[in-house]
């Protein structure tokens, strides 16, 4: 196993000193194993998109093309300006959601406004994977993504990655961090099928070597 101290060794990929202390805070002692991910929540049971801070939407008013606009980006401060309705919260609304308030708003001008929200670039969610990796960095969540979706997003391992000893970092609700394992090379020889789990927005993919 390697050391701990050899995480800062010089590769070419730099860790971020806060994300290093808090991953050496959050390694086990000794070699024990780390559980892997959770099993992926029922489809049911999984929240709708919550719009967040950087997404680009697209907002069409049928019938009335000039209320329909496309690229419309989510400022920082969670608001979006579209005609008419001008800045309306957008962060932290599910496109339905939002698409029932610039129904309210747009009620004031039009008759009957039929409204349709669609998420164009999901900017917002993003996991970060750091360590040995060819490109780390932030991973931005467009769709389902698990482990190994995000490292080949990240363009893979450089040469001196420990593939089996892969680190996945969560922050609860309550501020704590849990740590689950992932070892690339027995999920790839299919010893551990269901060890690659779904990515949530904001874990942090460690590849130590």
Do not use: H
């Amino acid at each position: 196993m390697a050391s701990r101290g050899s995480v800062m060794r010089k590769t070419g990929i730099a860790v971020r000193p806060a994300l290093l202390l808090a991953w050496l805070l959050a390694l086990p002692s000794g070699c024990a194993q780390l559980p892997p991910l959770p099993p992926d929540p029922e489809p049911t049971a999984r929240a709708g998109y919550v719009i967040g801070a950087s997404d680009i939407l697209k907002v069409s008013v049928w019938k009335n093309p000039e209320l329909t606009v496309e690229g419309v980006p989510v400022r920082p401060d969670g608001k979006i300006s579209t005609p008419l309705a001008n800045d309306v919260q957008a962060a932290g609304l599910t496109p339905l959601q939002l698409k029932d308030v610039l129904t309210q708003a747009l009620a004031e001008y039009v008759t009957a406004p039929d409204v349709t929200v669609m998420v164009v670039q999901m900017n917002s969610r993003r996991v970060s994977v750091e360590g040995e990796v060819t490109r780390g960095g932030p991973v931005p969540l467009s769709a389902d993504t698990r482990v190994v979706d995000a490292l080949t997003a990240a363009g893979g391992f450089t040469p001196f990655a420990n593939r089996k000893r892969i680190k996945i970092l969560r922050r609860n609700e309550d501020g704590s961090l849990s740590s689950y394992g992932f070892n690339y090379d027995a999920f790839v020889a299919g010893d551990a099928p269901g060890s690659n789990g779904l990515l949530e927005s904001g874990d942090t993919v460690v590849v130590p070597d």
